[in-house]
């Protein structure tokens, strides 16, 4: 067992084994080439991974050392003690007689038992510096004649230290009451102590002032006290509002033995109004004989990581925003195409209807359907207007109920344009019974179209074959929805599957290369995933899957 | 400019629109026959060259973009069939290349949608040989 002793490691304990029996000695020497392979040692201290030699004698990494060499060994195995991540001392084990007995199973019970050491360690270690702390506390006290009291209002507890005790003069095993405070104030002082105990108590203000003690021997004594009022906060109203609920809750259940531990993220209000983020992971420390079970809480100020994060957000909300701008300038043939068509009605009924106001005599019939045709014409624009602003707008993610029939087909319909300029066919085939799925509409058309302009694109150069554009939605068992996009295009190479889903990878010349990198962070965040497959016969396909679970958070 | 009663000679000739849009479909015809054409539209080229209306078509306005075969597409049809047809295109593509091609095929004339009445009857003048 070798444990860190300043800036060196030293072997602390060594057991060793025979045939009858097993020897332990306390070493507490330092770390040489003849106790143990040093590089064996220093490997693990610099990897923190576990050394695991099954056969010394052979060929190993480490068959150079000098120990190895020397002493024969067979099985090694050097196992690091963490706490988390920090290194608290190494184990190392060794048989010099047969190979290979560090099996999986054996390891296993290691390196459970080491974990365990590395927390007992820890304990006694801090116990000893409390130990430490202690004494070193008492030998300044009584040098400074000084000593020092907590007090309880509300219960009464009174707590001494060892030169409280030693000045006035009660003995050591008594426990310490407001009663027997005031048996040792001098009877002229006892009004005057008491009223400046009362006005602290209830102002909840520091205590600074002097007065006399009388002791039993009848010797004076003159003390200054001076103490700092303490207001019991509960943690609880540190804590913000949002989280006291579930904190309460959890504490609560960590008190009735419902839990053994919890974690939790909160904000904790400082004295001068701001707000921290904190990680608190909350333990119940169960008692003993001499001191009764109290919760521990080791609380790590995570506000920068928290500023970090909501920046990341922040960004992404914004990429998929200009994502979303710029899948549209790729849609302006089809903005052009489907506002150009009712317009185009628009002028020409209104044409024709003046035409007839204006004959001789005037078909006034005609005129209202005309005008009729228009009305409809009029509401067709809005519609493509409609669509197109919701994909415009840079909002936050929604949580609603979307129907991905519907919104494909809206989709679809927003694209009509550049698949007729691309001379593609498009077939759907959507399931009857598609379930709703949680989610943000239009991040979801958002990403039903960037893949339909891929395979758009895939197809570009195709003339030997027709274009063909198969968009499906199904539902699978599991309980989600999968939409498929498939094409006739140029496909893609099955190793080279990753690179299509990198940011900023691109083969077209004026591509941002976002599109397929967004969409995947897009259904990620729906708890979903998007995967591209080649097709047996030409071009790809390319799917995603959300769960349609209602009590999805997005 | 002509108006409908001048042009009595081409009254009541037909004129053959042929656009996958619905609203083109709907608005034109009723256009042309206040122009004082006779009027029949079709939902794709494929349809207008099944139908039997071909060969009393004294003109046609032509689509371009629509799914199957295109505007430019029927135009080479017709002509390696030996039809005359004088043919005036509209579409919402401003697209140069495809204009050039349009004329080398021997369009009579190219409108940008959305196009006024007045533009269209100047189309319908030139396309019909009436000055």
């Not at chain 1, 602390?12 to 306390?26: G, M, Y």
């Not at chain 1, 920090?86 to 560090?102: M, Q, S």
């Not at chain 1, 909300?317 to 009712?342: F, K, V, Y």
């Not at chain 1, 840079?394 to 007729?420: H, P």
Request: glycine share 6%; hydrophobic share 40%; charged share 25%.
């Amino acid at each position: 067992m070798i444990l860190p002793r300043g800036d060196e490691y030293r072997i602390e304990a060594e057991a060793t084994t025979s045939s009858s029996e097993v020897k332990v000695e306390l070493r507490q020497t330092s770390v040489t080439a003849a106790d143990l392979p040093e590089s064996v040692f220093r490997y693990a201290l610099r990897t923190k991974e576990c050394v695991l030699i099954h056969d010394a004698s052979g060929q190993s990494s480490f068959s150079a050392d000098e120990y190895v060499r020397e002493h024969h060994a067979r099985s090694v195995l050097c196992l690091p003690l963490l706490k988390q991540t920090r290194l608290l001392g190494v184990l190392y084990l060794e048989n010099n007689l047969t190979p290979h007995v560090f099996i999986p199973a054996r390891i296993a019970v290691l390196k459970l038992l080491a974990s365990q050491a590395a927390i007992s360690l820890e304990n006694a270690r801090f116990y000893r510096d409390a130990q430490q702390m202690e004494a070193y506390l008492k030998a300044a006290q009584t040098l400074s004649h000084t000593g020092s009291f907590g007090w309880r209002p509300a219960t009464g507890e009174i707590v001494w230290s060892e030169e409280t005790y030693q000045i006035t003069g009660y003995d050591r095993g008594t426990k310490p009451t407001l009663e027997l405070v005031f048996q040792r104030i001098h009877p002229e002082d006892t009004v005057f102590v008491q009223e400046a105990l009362d006005r602290g108590t209830l102002n909840g203000t520091d205590l600074d002032f002097e007065h006399r003690l009388l002791l039993p021997d009848g010797s004076v004594k003159c003390v200054h006290i001076v103490a700092h009022a303490v207001r019991d906060e509960s943690f609880l109203e540190l804590t913000h509002e949002d989280y006291r609920a579930s904190n309460w809750e959890f504490s609560t259940e960590l008190l009735e033995g419902k839990r053994k531990q919890f974690q939790i993220e909160k904000q904790y209000w400082r004295k001068d109004g701001s707000s921290i983020w904190v990680s608190n992971n909350v333990s119940l420390v169960p008692g003993t004989k001499s001191m009764p079970r109290f919760i521990m809480a080791l609380s790590e100020d995570i506000t920068e990581r928290k500023r970090a994060q909501d920046a990341l957000h922040h960004a992404q909300m914004e990429l998929a925003h200009a994502t979303r701008i710029a899948t549209i300038g790729q849609l302006s043939a089809s903005i052009a195409h489907e506002l150009n068509q009712p317009l185009t009605g628009i002028i020409t009924n209104c044409s024709t209807c003046l035409r007839m106001l204006t004959g001789d005599p005037p078909n006034l019939d005609g005129a209202r359907e005309t005008v009729r045709r228009t009305m409809r014409d009029a509401n067709r624009a809005s519609e493509v207007i409609t669509r197109l602003r919701a994909l415009f707008s840079k909002r936050e993610a929604t949580a609603e109920s979307v129907d991905l029939n519907e919104s494909t087909r809206e989709v679809i319909a927003l694209s009509l344009g550049e698949l007729q300029k691309g001379q593609v066919i498009v077939r759907t085939e959507f399931a009857d019974d598609l379930p709703l799925v949680t989610g943000d509409r239009v991040q979801l058309q958002q990403v039903v179209l960037n893949l339909l302009l891929n395979a758009l694109d895939a197809m570009n150069n195709v003339n030997d074959r027709p274009r063909e554009l198969v968009i499906r939605t199904e539902r699978w068992k599991g309980e989600c929805v999968c939409v498929s996009v498939r094409d006739s295009g140029v496909g893609f190479e099955p190793h080279a599957v990753d690179k299509l889903f990198e940011a900023f990878y691109t083969t077209k010349h004026d591509g941002m290369g976002m599109g397929l990198s967004v969409s995947r962070s897009i259904i990620e965040s729906h708890h979903g995933r998007l995967w591209a497959t080649p097709n047996d016969g030409p071009g790809a396909t390319l799917s995603f899957s959300i769960p349609c679970r209602t009590d999805t958070k997005v | 400019m002509k108006s409908c009663q001048e042009r009595s000679a081409v009254e009541r000739s037909l004129v053959a629109v042929v656009d996958d849009d619905e609203s083109v479909r709907e608005s034109l015809p009723a256009l042309l026959r206040v122009f004082g054409f006779a009027a029949h539209a079709f939902s794709s080229a494929e349809e207008f060259l099944a139908s039997d209306r071909l060969g009393e078509t004294r003109c046609l306005i032509l689509d371009i973009a629509m799914p199957g075969m295109t505007g430019l597409d029927l135009q080479r049809q017709l002509r390696i069939h030996g039809h005359t047809i004088p043919i005036i295109f509209i579409t919402a593509q401003r697209d140069e290349a495809v204009r050039a091609r349009a004329f080398e095929q021997g369009a009579a004339g190219f409108l940008l949608k959305p196009f006024s009445d007045t533009a269209l009857l100047a189309a319908l003048n030139t396309a019909l040989g009436v000055r």
